[in-house]
């Protein structure tokens, strides 16, 4: 079992530039593959963006790469995501989550509470 917290959302204009940060606890982090979801008001949570163990595979999508960048610190227990020249459109909660590596839900068996983005115009 591990538990993650997420943190670093914010109010930022479009534009702008924000990290997010995913804490875990309870196990080490380095045994789990990383990925991080959002999920906007009234539409489904979507995958953003996954990193496997060592970060040796990466995996974003479409609407953020170039954009956003998933990294980790296996030491420090940590997942982060950068992400840079937000839209409005990025508004959402974003989700840490634990488990296989893949773009699917599904997949992920640990999630976080989320850390609210917002981006205004």
């Known amino acids: 079992q591990v538990q993650l917290v997420e943190s670093g959302g914010g109010l930022v204009q479009a534009g702008g530039s924000l990290r997010l940060s995913c804490a875990a606890s309870g196990r080490a982090s380095s045994e789990y593959n990383m990925a991080w979801f959002r999920q906007a008001p009234g539409k489904v949570r979507e995958f953003v963006a996954t990193i496997t163990r060592t970060g040796s595979s990466i995996a974003y999508a479409d609407s953020v790469k170039g954009r956003f960048t998933i990294a980790r610190d296996n030491a420090k227990n940590t997942v982060y995501l950068k992400m840079n020249s937000l839209k409005p459109e990025d508004t959402a909660i974003y989700y840490c989550?634990?488990?296989?590596?893949?773009?699917?839900?599904?997949?992920?068996?640990?999630w976080g509470q989320g850390t609210q983005v917002t981006v205004s115009s």
């Open positions: 989550a634990a488990g296989g590596w893949s773009t699917q839900r599904s997949s992920y068996a640990f």
